[in-house]
């Protein structure tokens, strides 16, 4: 079946480690985003790639680190940098490279938990 | 920019009963716009989305949104709601054309009691 995989579903991690979230899509989509979700805040876009070896910042970039060295793979490193790290962070992948009106598919996501 | 406004943060509703979540937008440019549904837990599902044409579009589960550029407003609605309805909502916009990001509404909790 294509999708989205974000692996683990639930992490917990002490303050001032790093920690990296995995992202694969079997979708062959050129596009990929990351998101991070708080109660009552929405989705906020943390980075987007929209093809391989490149990335651009979204809204809250700050303390998170992305690469992209394969069209299938997008991880996400949250830093000892980022103040808040607790969060369910949400990939997302689209066809095209981030065209306006195509649809984003989403993996079920990770919830980080930093003790 | 642009932004979305979700004007409700929860929607208690029996079921069966019809419901109204509501969304409005504002942006300088043409806009797309999209409604998500998110069950506890799991990532988005697409539901809908206006890209251009009709001005009513139908979705996935017997939802349907109606886009209306002079309140700039997107809402979705259901005439008859079910237990398993109950999850979060979320509208999103992004520009017209070209590249554009998605912008996400605040969500909207939507509570079907039997």
């Known amino acids: 079946d294509g999708g989205i995989t974000q692996s683990p579903k639930y992490l917990f991690r002490k303050e001032g480690q790093n920690v990296t979230l995995s992202c694969e899509q079997n979708?062959?989509?050129?596009?990929m985003y990351w998101y991070r979700q708080d109660p009552g805040q929405g989705l906020r876009l943390i980075y987007y790639?929209?093809?391989?070896?490149?990335?651009q910042k979204g809204d809250i970039a700050e303390g998170y680190s992305v690469s992209r060295e394969k069209k299938e793979s997008f991880p996400l490193t949250v830093t000892s940098a980022q103040k808040n790290p607790t969060a369910f962070y949400l990939c997302?992948?689209?066809?095209?490279?981030?065209?306006?009106?195509?649809?984003?598919?989403f993996g079920p996501g990770t919830r980080l938990t930093v003790l | 920019a642009q932004s979305v406004t979700q004007l409700d943060s929860q929607v208690p509703v029996f079921e069966e009963a019809p419901v109204e979540l509501r969304c409005n937008y504002s942006?300088?440019?043409?806009?797309?716009l999209f409604w998500y549904v998110q069950y506890p837990n799991q990532g988005l599902q697409l539901l809908l989305k206006?890209?251009?044409?009709?001005?009513l579009v139908k979705g996935i589960n017997g939802f349907e949104a109606e886009f209306n550029k002079s309140q700039t407003s997107f809402h979705l609605r259901k005439p008859s709601v079910h237990i398993s309805d109950t999850a979060e909502y979320f509208c999103?916009?992004?520009?017209?054309?070209?590249?554009?990001?998605?912008?996400f509404g605040k969500g909207t909790m939507l509570l079907v009691s039997p």
């Open positions: 790639s929209q093809i391989v070896n490149d990335f």
């Open positions: 206006y890209l251009s044409g009709s001005t």
């Open positions: 979708l062959n989509h050129d596009a």
């Open positions: 999103a916009v992004s520009g017209g054309s070209g590249y554009s990001t998605l912008t």
């Open positions: 942006s300088s440019v043409s806009v797309y």
């Open positions: 997302a992948s689209s066809i095209r490279s981030g065209r306006a009106g195509d649809t984003q598919y």
